[in-house]
């Protein structure tokens, strides 16, 4: 599978977290040229270190919730000379990153609007404008393709039992706006068909990120192959996607779950 992303030039939103730093690592090896973009921060910072000095790789401070940097960047990249062909929604908002780590996070009954509001701004409304930037500056002047990333949270129900007595939950304005970027693809796919252009959405299953063997043994056993992922196994599905080898495929929903929702 050596080299299967040359030619791309692959723009990733939130790629300094776990699985956004998976695919640039990744995508560098297969070829491609690789736009990093996060919030400014640690994570940011680790990723410049990881590919100082790599030709193939940028990397742009960008808040995707913020409509003005949306709008600009883009305008950014192509004017420093790089046209990206394939476009990563991967940014998202957890209940970790919007309480703060360590916090728990609130029952549903309490859950604020501020905090509801804040998760589609950065999961919903922000691939949003990251697609509506993609079709003002980009659709139909070359060939190209949008991934969106949803969750095995999207279209399944959350079970909840297993987050009893756990440091997090998981909490529903994620699990809402995952199913609602799947609905971006679908409404995306026809209408840029004619004009060279495709979208798919891939949704990962539950990823391995140092969670405690008791947390593994409950998620374990809604999965058919009886443990989570690991984010190598993630990016697999994310390189073929970013490839001329799903060329053919746009409005697809892509679960790379270990089987969870085949059940
Ligand atoms: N890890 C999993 O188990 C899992 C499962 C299903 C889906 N996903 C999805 O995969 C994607 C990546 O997840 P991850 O596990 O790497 O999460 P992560 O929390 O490690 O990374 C998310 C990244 O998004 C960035 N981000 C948050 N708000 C932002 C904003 N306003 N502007 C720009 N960047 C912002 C963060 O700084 C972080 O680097 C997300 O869309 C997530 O919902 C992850």
Redesign the pocket.
């Known amino acids: 599978m050596a080299e299967q992303l040359q030619g791309r030039t692959v723009f990733i939103?939130?790629?300094?977290?776990?699985?956004?730093s998976t695919y640039v690592r990744r995508m560098l090896d297969e070829g491609a040229r690789v736009i990093g973009?996060?919030?400014p921060?640690h994570?940011a910072e680790a990723l410049k270190e990881a590919h100082a000095g790599n030709e193939n790789f940028r990397f742009y401070e960008?808040?995707?919730?913020e409509e003005d940097q949306v709008v600009e960047i883009f305008k950014r990249i192509l004017a420093d000379g790089w046209e990206p062909n394939v476009v990563l929604n991967?940014?998202?908002?957890?209940g970790e990153?919007l309480m703060g780590a360590g916090k728990g996070f609130p029952d549903f009954a309490d859950l604020e609007v501020k905090d509801w509001e804040k998760t589609m701004r950065?999961?919903l409304t922000?691939p949003f404008m990251v697609a509506r930037q993609m079709d003002r500056d980009i659709v139909g002047k070359y060939p190209c393709t949008l991934i969106n990333?949803?969750?095995?949270y999207a279209l399944n129900g959350a079970h909840h039992r297993i987050y009893d007595g756990m440091p997090f939950k998981n909490f529903s304005a994620?699990g809402v706006s995952?199913a609602g970027i799947h609905g971006l693809t679908l409404w995306l796919a026809g209408y840029w068909a004619d004009r060279g252009a495709t979208v798919n959405t891939i949704?990962?299953?539950?990823?391995f990120?140092g969670h405690s063997d008791e947390f593994q043994r409950r998620v374990g056993e809604l999965i058919m192959l009886n443990r989570m992922a690991k984010p190598d196994e993630i990016a697999d599905a994310m390189l073929f996607l970013a490839s001329k080898a799903a060329g053919y495929m746009t409005g697809q929903l892509v679960n790379v779950d270990g089987g969870f929702s085949g059940w």
């Not at 960008?62 to 919730?65: G, R, T």
């Not at 991967?90 to 957890?94: E, S, Y």
């Open positions: 939103t939130g790629s300094g977290g776990v699985l956004g973009s996060d919030l921060g994570r960008l808040d995707v919730s991967n940014a998202a908002i957890t990153l950065t999961n922000a990333v949803a969750s095995m994620y995952k949704a990962p299953g539950a990823v990120n």
